[in-house]
C-alpha cells in the first residue's frame, strides 16, 4: 500500500490525461442558498501574471470596494468559510459563503450569472466546464496559468480546461468507494455475491437496517452499473456525442445486477437520498456505505471505519466508477473579476488545499501537497486510491449535461418497478440523443 501511495499524483496524472477528461461532485445534499446581489456587468479580462501571496504594487490588486460571494457545497462550506476569514485578513475583501451542491452551480450559473444574481466565485465538477465554457460564463484563468499549470497534477490541469483554454483553478481530485463500519463487519466484501450475502443475515428492515446503501437513483453513482461490462456514456473515451453507449450490451447486462440487488436494499430510490444513508452509517444501522471523499469528515470521529473498493461485479469485473476534478472558477459577469481570480488562486493554494484535506478529507490537486506525508500514509486516501485505478473520467464535452436525467430516470424507473431494463435503457438513449438534438 505504501508503494501504491508513493505514485498517486504520478497514477492520477495518467488516470485522466490518458481519457482527455470528473460530481461531478453529484453529492446531493441539500442546503439552504440566497441570492449574490454583487453581480454585474461582465468585466474584462486582466492578462498579467504574477502572485497572490502579497499585494505589492506590481501584482493583481482586488478592485476598490470588493466584496465576494462564493458557492460551496455543505461539506466543504466550513473550509472555504475558513479560507475566507483569511483571504480578508491578507486583502481587505469581505468574503460571504453561500451553500449550493457542487452539481447545481453549472445550473445556476447559467440562469443567475447573467442575471447579475451568481456567485463571484464558484466550485463546479469538471463535466459542467463546456457548456459555461461555451456560454461564456466563466473566465479563464489567465493571470495565474503559468503557476497554476505548474503546481497541479496533470490530470487536473486536463480537466479544467476546454477547447486548449485553463479555466479552473483545480482543488481536488475523487471518485467513490466503500465506507464500511469495522465494527459491524470485519473485512469489507469484494464482490456484490459477499454483500447479498452477508445483507440477508444482517439486514432489518423494519429498523432501517441496512448491508449496504448508496443513492440509488443519480447517475453519478449507477454510472459502474453502465460501465463496469463495458457500456459507455459517449465513443471515442467520451468525446463523441453520436456515440451513446448507455443502451449498450454491457450496459444492460449491468442493469439487470442493479435490478436484481433491490432484493436486498427494498427501498425506494426516492427514500435513498445521501442525508438518509449518511445518518444510518452515524447511527450504526448501515453496516456499508457508498460515497465520496467529500464525505469522510462526516464519519471522522464518529464511526470505525475503513475505505475500500467497490465490490466486483458477478463475474469477477471490477466496477468502474466516476472519477472527477473539482475547481474554482469565476464567474465572468463579476463585478470584482481581479479580487476572485486572487480568492480562486488563494484557496487552491497547496496550503490550503492541505486544510481542505485536514477538514474534509479531499484529496488535492497540488502535486506538492499530495506529495505530503500526511496524505501518503493516510490509509482513507488509500482506500480511494485503490478505486481510482477502475474508473473514468467524466466527459467534458457539453453534451454531457443532457445525460443526467435520463440516465437517472432509468435508474428509478428500473429499480422502483422492476421494469425491463433494455425498454428502459433504450428509452433513456434516445431520450439523450433528443436532448442533444434539440440543445436543451
Given at each position: 500500500?505504501?508503494?501504491?501511495l ?24 441539500q ?5 449574490n446581489?454583487?453581480?454585474?456587468s461582465q ?13 505589492a504594487?506590481d ?12 458557492w ?15 483571504f ?11 451553500e449550493v ?6 445550473g ?12 463571484d ?7 459542467h466546464?463546456?457548456p459555461?465554457?461555451?456560454a461564456?460564463l ?11 499549470r ?7 490541469i486536463?480537466?479544467?480546461?476546454y ?5 479552473g483553478?483545480p ?7 466503500l465506507?464500511?463500519?469495522k ?8 464482490t ?8 440477508k443475515?444482517y439486514?432489518?428492515?423494519s429498523?432501517?437496517?441496512f ?19 463495458g457500456g459507455?456514456i ?12 448507455v ?7 449491468g ?14 430510490t ?32 464518529q464511526?470505525?471505519f475503513?475505505?475500500?473498493p ?7 469485473t ?6 472527477g ?5 469565476v464567474?465572468s459577469?463579476?463585478?470584482?473579476p ?10 487552491s ?13 479531499i484529496?488535492p ?5 499530495g506529495?505530503?506525508?500526511t ?14 485505478v477502475n474508473s ?5 464535452i ?6 443526467w436525467?435520463?440516465?437517472a430516470?432509468?435508474l ?8 425491463d ?14 436532448k ?5
Open positions: 500500500m505504501k508503494k501504491a508513493s505514485v498517486l499524483v504520478v497514477f492520477l496524472m495518467v488516470l485522466l490525461a490518458a481519457c482527455g477528461n470528473s460530481g461531478s461532485n453529484s453529492n446531493t445534499s442546503g439552504t442558498t440566497t441570492s446581489t454583487s453581480g454585474g468585466s474584462s479580462t486582466n492578462t498579467g501574471s504574477g502572485d497572490s501571496d502579497a499585494a504594487d501584482e493583481l490588486q482586488p478592485e476598490p470596494g470588493a466584496k465576494l460571494v462564493v460551496e457545497s455543505k461539506e466543504e462550506k466550513p473550509f472555504i468559510e475558513a479560507v475566507g476569514k483569511k480578508e485578513e491578507l486583502y481587505g475583501v469581505p468574503v460571504v459563503v453561500e451542491p457542487g452539481g447545481d452551480q453549472g445556476r450559473l447559467a440562469t443567475d450569472g447573467p442575471a447579475g444574481l451568481a456567485a466565485v464558484l466550485t463546479m465538477p469538471h463535466d466546464i463546456g459555461a465554457a461555451t461564456g466563466i473566465l479563464p484563468n489567465d493571470y495565474f496559468e503559468e503557476e497554476t505548474a503546481s497541479s497534477v496533470e490530470s487536473a486536463i480537466a479544467s480546461t477547447n486548449g483554454i485553463l479555466y483553478y482543488k481536488s481530485v475523487e471518485t467513490y468507494a465506507f464500511y463500519n465494527d459491524i463487519i470485519d473485512t469489507p466484501p469484494t456484490w455475491d459477499e454483500v447479498i450475502e452477508f445483507a443475515g439486514n432489518n428492515v429498523n432501517n437496517q448491508a449496504i446503501m448508496w443513492e440509488v437513483g443519480n447517475a453519478y453513482f449507477g454510472y459502474p452499473f453502465i460501465a463496469s461490462y459507455y459517449f465513443g471515442n473515451n467520451g468525446s463523441d456525442p453520436n456515440d451513446i453507449g443502451n449498450a450490451d454491457g450496459a444492460i447486462k442493469f439487470e445486477l442493479f435490478k436484481k440487488l433491490k432484493e436486498i436494499l427494498p427501498l425506494n426516492g427514500d435513498i437520498t445521501w442525508d438518509v444513508k449518511t445518518q444510518l452509517f452515524l447511527d450504526g444501522k448501515l453496516a456499508i456505505n457508498i460515497d465520496g471523499p467529500w464525505a469522510v469528515a462526516n464519519f471522522r470521529g464511526v470505525n475503513g475505505i475500500a467497490l465490490p466486483a461485479m458477478e463475474d469477477g471490477p466496477m468502474i466508477s466516476f472519477s476534478v473539482k475547481s474554482y472558477y464567474n459577469y463579476s463585478k470584482y481581479n479580487a476572485a481570480r486572487l480568492f480562486a488562486h488563494f484557496a493554494s497547496k496550503e490550503n488545499q492541505l486544510l481542505n484535506y485536514e477538514m474534509t478529507g484529496i490537486a497540488n502535486k506538492e501537497a506529495e505530503d506525508p496524505i501518503k500514509n493516510d490509509p482513507v486516501i488509500g482506500g480511494f486510491f485503490e478505486q481510482f473514468n473520467p467524466m466527459p467534458t457539453p453534451e454531457m449535461q443532457a445525460v436525467d435520463p440516465v430516470g432509468a428509478a424507473t428500473v429499480w422502483n418497478e422492476q421494469a431494463v433494455k425498454a428502459i435503457l433504450d428509452t433513456a438513449a434516445q431520450t439523450i440523443r433528443e442533444i438534438q434539440s440543445g436543451k
